[in-house]
């Protein structure tokens, strides 16, 4: 190929991967986020794989009203060496009575070898336990339903999770802003401030007061820088991907409340979404039926058996002429298990307190639930008005500042005046950015307690 095919060659290629490497370069939106959690994180792969095991636990406890069918095929071979015995042998009959006489002879036996084919077919059938198979199907089922469960809480709480560090990424980088901000700020009025002490309008202790502010704010600005880090640190770890993986995320547009709540209808709503409430009501179902189970242990069990076998030291006449050489049995048994050490007992006690156990769970998770719903109905409400309030803040933080520079600058007011009204504008902007996020995480708190964050 020539030089010039070559470098067209490049140039398409470059063409071709540029777009690709810019879709990649994007920044994640919310939506995106969740997904990748949702796909890559740790916790909810692991509560999924349980939801595997708690299927074939019900598969198991299902085998044992299934036929159990076994079949054995068998081969072997019985020698033995020539040997000498000393045994008792008739000789001959007495005339009298006619009884055999015996004596005792040396008997020499060659040695000889036996071959032995077999092949066995063994049904057995549970025909009838008092309930104990049926229970243990439904225990375990209801035991399924709870690790379902789980995993729905397990999937919900990661949601929670995107939607708490990602706004508070969000929240650290406006955050930044807000300190660099102050930081520029601080620094143009430490030059205005020498510019005023070379002229003598003021004394050189402002200089030195307006030195001190700008390392304060700088001190800030460093501190959020590392708060931001560890934001990005914290959000890619819950995404299930490498810690320090770059990571840039879209930002919100004005903070919207879809629909309020009154304390009583989220509390229902919760009670009929919340994933932990409908597992501790399917463990107690579980350990109801697990404690049924265990009491049929108590009484009989009635089972019917089938068996076929064939065997003979000839091989050909195992696998052939099937109507001879074989054997055929069948029947019922009934077994009692009359004492087995206590254990009987001890499972029926320990499905109870299984039963008692998610019981107590159940009110506790109702309690806490109330709580939490309660909470974040409060810390919701709080963040709107504080946002509300703030908005007024703001815009009288703004002309104090102004008012402030103006005074300094004829002389009629003071640099602590001055830096006051600063830090006055800053401490507004960030409760503003504060109030804006935060009423998200409270939002995103309360549809996760409700069950309806999706």
Known sequence: ??????????????????????????????????????????????????????????????????????????????????????????????????????????????????????????????????????NNIKSAAAARDATRYSFEDTRQNTIYQVHLRYYQLLKDLRLLEVFREAVRSSEEQLKRTQSMYEIGSVAQADVYRAQTTLGQDRINLLQQEFKVQNSRTALNVILGREADAPLEIVDIEE?????????????????????????????????????????ARYLPIITGSLSYSRDNTDIQKVYSGFDKNYSVSFGINLSLNLFNGFNDAAAVERESLNYRIALENLKEQERQLRQRVQTALQSLEMWKQISEINQLNLRSAEEELRLAQERYRVGAGTLLELITAQVNLTRARATLVQAKYDAKVAEAELKAAMGILK
């Open 1 to 134: 190929m020539s030089k010039v095919g070559k470098v067209i060659c490049l140039v398409a290629l470059f063409w071709m991967i540029a777009p690709v490497a810019q879709a990649q370069q994007k920044p994640f939106t919310l939506e995106q986020c969740v997904q990748i959690a949702l796909e890559n994180n740790a916790q909810v792969l692991i509560a999924k794989r349980r939801v595997g095991i708690a299927q074939t636990n019900v598969a198991s406890a299902r085998s044992t009203i299934l036929p159990r069918l076994s079949s054995s095929v068998s081969l072997g071979q019985f020698r033995s060496g020539p040997r000498t015995l000393q045994m008792d042998v008739p000789v001959g009959f007495d005339p009298e009575t006619g009884r055999a006489i015996f004596e005792q002879r040396e008997i020499v036996q060659e040695g000889f070898r036996r071959d032995n084919y077999s092949m066995r077919f063994s049904l057995n059938q549970t025909l009838f336990d008092f309930g104990q198979s049926i």
């Open 255 to 295: 903070v919207t409340f879809a629909q309020e709540y009154t304390l009583e209808e989220a509390l229902q709503i919760a009670l009929e979404n919340n994933p932990l409430i409908h597992r501790y009501k399917a463990d107690m179902m579980a350990a109801s039926y697990g404690a049924k189970a265990a009491r």
